[in-house]
């Protein structure tokens, strides 16, 4: 089995547990091979509240991947900022089928010193 498809299926695996509401919406995230993505989601409207990722002109940084633990806790930080802008301070964590260490630690890490509850 590939990679790809074990991060798949553990993803299914999580989201079935881990849903997010008005009062806790989700902090999913997503690592690509060169970019990080965060968003709060509120499932139970199926949209998203706040959002930050590495392909913001305001994030990016110079180098050919923004996919490293360094940009990994200023994203963290980023997308706390904006979900206690938007009065959100306590969210359920999707980690996204990744496992914990490394760069998804880092923006956990970096959410919860932001402010965010999880």
């Known amino acids: 089995m590939e990679t ?3 991060i798949k299926i553990r993803h299914q695996r999580i989201r079935r547990r881990v849903t997010g509401t008005a009062k806790r919406p989700r902090l ?3 690592f690509s091979g060169r970019h990080i993505y965060a968003q709060v989601i509120d499932d139970s409207l199926g949209k ?4 930050a990722s590495t392909v913001e002109s305001s994030v990016k940084g110079n180098r050919r991947t923004n996919a490293n633990v360094a940009m990994a806790a200023k994203l963290g930080a980023l997308v706390a900022e904006r979900s206690l802008q938007k009065n959100i301070k306590a969210v359920v964590f999707d980690r996204g ?3 914990y260490h490394g760069k998804v630690k880092a923006l956990a890490d970096a959410a919860r010193a932001g402010g965010l509850e999880f």
């Open 4 to 6: 790809i498809d074990r």
């Open 28 to 30: 999913a995230v997503h």
């Open 48 to 51: 998203t509240v706040a959002a």
């Open 97 to 99: 089928g990744f496992s």
